[in-house]
């Protein structure tokens, strides 16, 4: 009989939890607050590019307590997810600043304006996200910046998030992956024999037969 083959690995370039947290590090030290909250909010919902340029103020909100902002997701439906406060704090940075240079401009306010807008408030792109992922990665010393996408940011959450110990099923959830299938190809730890369950349950069942052990006599 056949074994079942493993999900391929991903072919996107991912980065380690480290070089996730210098790129942010270096783009909240060195670039402007939209470039450093762009970032933070890409992080920290793990969402894809068309997701964060296609999301207006609007979207920002609470709901039961939680900073949140709702993101389009493929479908054309609407996805509400927490925004923690070092991305919640990096918003209002970049919004004050923003609401700033629109009063020196004495700039007529949108209904609705993008979230992420250009000096004309237009939406920025996907390629001015494209380019600018692999220019902050280049700027901050990371290796194989030339091989990055906003797509590797998404890969490094979701990797990230596997390795921290996250069920598959709360990051698919996270990820809106519609398949668990997806979720598995960046869990770089699946084959890992440290991380077998064979340990939790041969402990647990151990432990029964050591209190069961006196029903039927000395083992």
């Given amino acids: 009989m056949e074994r079942p083959r493993p999900p391929a690995a991903s072919a996107t370039r991912g980065l380690s939890e480290d070089e996730l947290q210098r790129l ?16 933070a909010v890409m992080v920290a919902t793990g969402c894809r590019v068309s997701s964060v340029t296609g999301t207006t103020r ?23 997810l927490v925004l923690p406060p070092f991305a919640g704090d990096a918003l209002d940075r ?19 304006p993008p979230l992420f807008a250009t000096r004309t408030g237009r939406p920025i792109d996907q390629p001015y996200v494209f380019r600018l992922v692999r220019r902050l990665a280049t700027a901050a010393g990371i290796d194989q910046a030339d091989q990055l996408s906003p797509h590797s940011l998404r890969h490094s959450v979701a990797t990230l998030l596997l390795d921290r110990g996250h069920p598959l099923h709360i990051v698919q959830d996270f990820l809106g992956h519609a398949d668990p299938r997806t979720t598995r190809v ?7 024999l440290d991380r077998s369950p064979a340990y939790a349950l041969g402990a647990a069942l151990a432990a029964g037969v050591a209190r069961h052990t006196g029903i039927y006599g000395t083992a």
């Fill in 94 to 112: 970049y919004l004050a600043d923003r609401d700033a240079r629109d009063q020196e401009r004495a700039a007529e306010p949108e209904t609705d």
């Fill in 58 to 80: 609007g979207g920002l909100g609470r709901d039961r307590g939680h900073a949140t902002l709702d993101l389009p997701v493929k479908g054309g439906t609407m996805k509400r």
């Fill in 24 to 39: 942010l590090a270096y783009a909240a030290v060195r670039e402007s607050p939209r470039t450093y909250a762009l970032l």
């Fill in 186 to 192: 960046y869990d770089r730890a699946r084959e890992s």
